[in-house]
Structures are given as structure tokens and as C-alpha cells.
């Protein structure tokens, strides 16, 4: 299957760290699935490195489909899964879904690393 886009992000781990003591349950709510939630509090010492993480999964993916914010696409649209002793992977929901459907993408896989104060992840998408 033929690579149809590619996205990039880097993440401030200190940043979302911020962001979830100014804003809290509001902000969570707003970016994270219960899942992901769920398993970023199950996390304490590395919680907002984890929650950063996600973050940059989103914004990859949202470099992979083309759109940034706009259009419909919302964060909990996009959803990092992970099974037991599994590496993530990426699940599509609403907006987010129909836009990789008409772009003929088939799979996103993700990556995600965090160290030093930065959380990043690469999306790579597949026709």
C-alpha cells in the first residue's frame, strides 16, 4: 500500500502539564477520550508526558489529513488505543474518519516517544 501523507509533531511536555492545572477537567474532557485519560491516570509519575504524547499524535494526525483544527475535525475524533503489551495504535471516530475515507487512507500508523521535556509522534498514512 502506497504512502499517501506523513505528519510530525513535537509536544512541550511542561505545556500540557500546564495547560491540565489552569484548565483541568475542561481541558482533559475537551482533547483526551476516556481512554486515553484512563490510561494517562493510571500514570502518575510520567502522567503528563503520557497526556503529551497523545497530544502530538493529534496534531500529527491532523498534519496527516490536511486539515489543522479546521473542518469539523475534533481531538477526541482522534484516539490513541493500546492493548496490553502493545504499541499504540490509532483509531478514527466522526469527522476525523470521513476525511481518511475520502482520502483514500486506509491506516495511520503512529509512533511516540517523549524525553527531555518533549513528547513527539510521527503518523504516517496509508492508501
Avoid at 481518511?100 to 496509508?126: F, L, P, Q
Amino acid at each position: 500500500m502506497p504512502i499517501v501523507s506523513l505528519g510530525l509533531d513535537l509536544t512541550q511536555i511542561a505545556r500540557i502539564e500546564q495547560m491540565i492545572e489552569r484548565h483541568g477537567e475542561r481541558f482533559l474532557a475537551r482533547v483526551f477520550t476516556v481512554g486515553e485519560r484512563e490510561y494517562c491516570e493510571h500514570r502518575p509519575r510520567t502522567r503528563a508526558a503520557h497526556y503529551g504524547g497523545r497530544f502530538a499524535v493529534k496534531e500529527a494526525v491532523m498534519k496527516v489529513l490536511g486539515t489543522g483544527w479546521t473542518r469539523g475535525v475534533r481531538w477526541i475524533d482522534i484516539e490513541v488505543v493500546r492493548k496490553s503489551g502493545g504499541a499504540p495504535e490509532l483509531v478514527l471516530h466522526g469527522v476525523s474518519a470521513r476525511i481518511a475515507k475520502a482520502k483514500g487512507i486506509a491506516r495511520i500508523h503512529i509512533t511516540i516517544t517523549h524525553d527531555a521535556g518533549i513528547a513527539a509522534a510521527a503518523a504516517v498514512a496509508e492508501g
